[in-house]
């Protein structure tokens, strides 16, 4: 049995106490692997490690080095892509035909993206009087933070991680990662390509783990000196109750209830196409995905008819084949979790235009966590499916009348991620982009992401943001020279 291991000071290691956990193919419900688990002794090596890095042979080096080594590492990751690929697929139940064009390559992008970022970030000065008539200059400079944990999620896993592990290394931190107990193997792929480019012992760290045992000893670790996580809000909450103790910085990415607008002055086939992408990709386990769409009323029963025919054909398939649309859920617990949320949607009056349940799977695919893509209607705006994040492939369509009123149903929720507006009236998309409470707005599109943007949740979403130069806010500390002449 394949077994994934710690990546703790340039080494891969079992757990001191020998225990294992057991990762399942989420499309056969199949052992893959056994994992090391994470205690007391592997978070202690772990951050012992990352410290002493920080002023070793890392924390000499000179920026253009450290910038040449991120180049490598995603040269590597380009090289070993079948591997990753494969690794990816297998742990999340993902068809290659989405990880092939989002989560591998982007893994690699996040290392080239923030060494750019580093060559290019420039720093402030002031030139100002003294009071004895004398001038000074003051400039600004920035130096890493330290010691830092990422905490990431199984959606997408090499992609979120990276998207930390990238700038935090570019601007010459060490890290500590934690990935999902579900999703462990491409993070520990990614410490062989450390290895071989040459990165220093104890720069990438690595401890498998559950969140409530590893993840808790690396919340709570002292020693570590900031926190970037991407998860669940409530998860998140707590981190950041853990993180004022010894006041540590904290970066959130949270959940999301994110809304799609439809108006009736919309291309209908963009607003289709986007609105199947954003409610049903990755079987709808994405942040950014859309769980809510309002629909202009002239326009209603034909979105919904048009969008049922999109979802019916989607094809659920295992990862190999390369004409699977869609796979199944992460896990057995997510998958009942979602289903939990179809049954109360019925339960609480939802019309089920499509979906509804779990599909017929045939061969050893028949034992996965398949559901189906499901839409609903006619539920109040208090329902549960409405509020509350599912992130499975669902959806639920409302009809509104004015712009006004439609700004108001999709600010009414505890989160601000994303959302989507498809209308072709140029004043009306900036009009109502700029009301919505999201940290992103894509106007007839989704998930198109320049990496240089900001990136992050407003409410419940979130706290800072990340990508391009505004992710040094978090991985850097900013410091003030001031001379005077
Ligand atoms: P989760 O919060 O259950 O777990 C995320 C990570 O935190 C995992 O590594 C887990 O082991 C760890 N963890 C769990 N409890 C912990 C604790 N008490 N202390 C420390 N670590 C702990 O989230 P998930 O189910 O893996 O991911 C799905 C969630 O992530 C959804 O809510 C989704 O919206 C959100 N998400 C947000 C973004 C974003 O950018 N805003 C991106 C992807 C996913």
């Known amino acids: 049995m394949k077994k ?52 070793g042979e890392w924390g000499q080096m000179k920026l253009n080095d450290r910038i040449a080594l991120m180049y490598e590492i995603a040269n590597e990751m380009d090289k070993r892509f079948d591997d990753f690929l494969e690794a990816e697929t297998l742990d999340t139940g993902k068809p290659y035909s989405i990880a092939r064009h989002i989560d591998i390559p982007r893994g690699a992008a996040n290392f080239k993206v923030f060494a750019d970022t580093m060559k290019s970030v420039a720093d402030e000065a002031y030139r100002m009087d003294t009071p004895d008539g004398k001038t000074a200059m003051n400039y600004s400079m920035r130096q890493p933070k330290g010691v830092i944990s990422v905490i990431s999620p199984w959606n997408l896993p090499l992609l979120l991680m990276t998207w930390k592990v990238g700038p935090a290394l570019a601007c010459g931190n060490t890290v500590i990662v934690k990935p999902s107990q579900v999703t462990p193997t491409t993070t520990s792929l990614l410490g062989e390509v450390m290895s071989k480019v040459g990165i220093p012992d104890g720069v990438y760290n690595v401890v498998q783990g559950k969140g409530s045992i590893t993840g808790n000893l690396i919340t709570a670790h002292k020693d570590i000196d900031a926190i970037t996580f991407t998860g669940e809000t409530v998860t998140g909450e707590k981190i950041m109750k853990e993180c004022s103790v010894g006041v540590r910085d904290v970066s959130l990415e949270l959940g999301g209830k994110n809304p799609a607008i439809i108006f009736e002055d919309c291309d209908m086939d963009k ?214 002449m």
């Open 4 to 55: 994934v291991q710690h990546y703790i000071n340039g080494q891969f290691v079992d757990s001191q106490c020998g225990e294992f956990f057991d990762n399942y193919n989420p499309a056969t419900n199949e052992l893959i692997s056994k994992v090391a688990l994470g205690r007391e002794y592997e978070v202690n090596a772990a951050v012992e490690a990352a410290r002493k890095a920080l002023t």
């Open 271 to 484: 607003a289709i196409t986007e609105t199947t992408r954003s409610a049903f990709a990755n079987s709808g386990q994405v942040c950014l995905g859309t769980e809510r769409v309002y629909v202009q009323r002239p326009i209603f029963d034909k979105f919904v008819k048009r969008l049922k025919e999109s979802a019916q054909n989607l094809k659920l398939g295992v990862q190999n084949d390369e004409s699977s649309d869609m796979g199944p859920l992460v896990s057995a617990a997510h998958r009942d979790k979602v289903l939990s949320y179809y049954e109360t949607a019925v339960a609480e009056g939802a019309n089920v235009v499509l979906g509804g349940g779990t599909p017929t799977m045939t061969g050893n695919l028949k034992d996965g966590y398949w559901v189906e893509p499901t839409i609903w209607t006619g539920l109040s705006e208090d329902a549960t499916v409405v509020k509350e994040e599912v992130f499975g492939p669902c959806c639920h369509v409302q009809p509104f009348d004015t712009e006004e009123e439609v700004i108001k149903m999709a600010n009414n929720s505890p989160y601000g991620l994303a959302s989507t507006v498809f209308t072709e009236n140029l004043d009306k998309a900036h009009r109502v982009a700029g009301q919505i409470d999201s940290g992103i707005v894509w106007i007839n599109s989704w998930f198109l992401r320049d990496l240089r943007t900001p990136f992050g949740g407003m409410k419940g979403s979130g706290i800072g943001r990340e990508g391009g130069h505004h992710s040094l806010e978090f991985y850097t500390e900013l410091k003030n020279v001031c001379i005077k």
